[in-house]
């Protein structure tokens, strides 16, 4: 019997902010793969990096932001992948960054855009994406997250 390859070489991260009057989540605008979709922030994870650690660089690579927490949003975003073959599985984070924070967005993407998570729901193409943002909506913006999930500043602070 033949199985499907399971894959998990990357993270995926919904950044939020606390604007004036709701939370904002980040989105980016692709330009090489996904060309024009609406997309969290994502990435490989490198040779002898933590998963969490691969979400912070890929966060400053991407965006130029520096998360103030991050958290393990205690799900996985999975997928089938029809060239390869496989379903990937890539643990999601959640970062909360300060509100007046700038964006400098690197050649992945051509444009970002701060909305609501109902807004953001309408914007990205697939229904992963929209399950991640429901869940990240009820456990880190409508309660406060569980402080079990907090990845401890101390471990990503030099």
Not at 72 to 83: G, L, P, V
Not at 94 to 109: P, R
């Amino acid at each position: 019997m033949a199985e499907i390859p399971i894959r998990s070489f990357g993270v995926s991260v919904v950044l939020l902010r606390n604007a004036e009057t709701e939370t904002e989540v980040l989105l980016l605008r692709r330009n090489h793969t996904l060309v024009g979709e609406w997309c969290q922030i994502a990435g490989g994870i490198e040779d002898d990096e933590k998963a969490w650690e691969t979400a912070l660089r890929e966060v400053k690579e991407e965006t130029g932001l520096t998360c103030v927490r991050l958290y393990s949003a205690d799900i996985c975003e999975q997928f089938y992948e029809a060239d390869r073959d496989a379903i990937t599985m890539v643990p999601v984070f959640v970062g909360f960054v300060d509100a007046g924070a700038q964006v400098i967005l690197n050649e992945e993407h051509s444009e970002f855009c701060w909305t609501s998570l109902a807004t953001a729901l309408n914007m990205v193409p697939f229904a992963g994406q929209r399950h991640v943002l429901k869940h990240v909506d009820a456990e880190f913006v409508q309660r406060e997250p569980v402080k079990h999930l907090l990845i401890h500043k101390s471990s990503y602070e030099s």
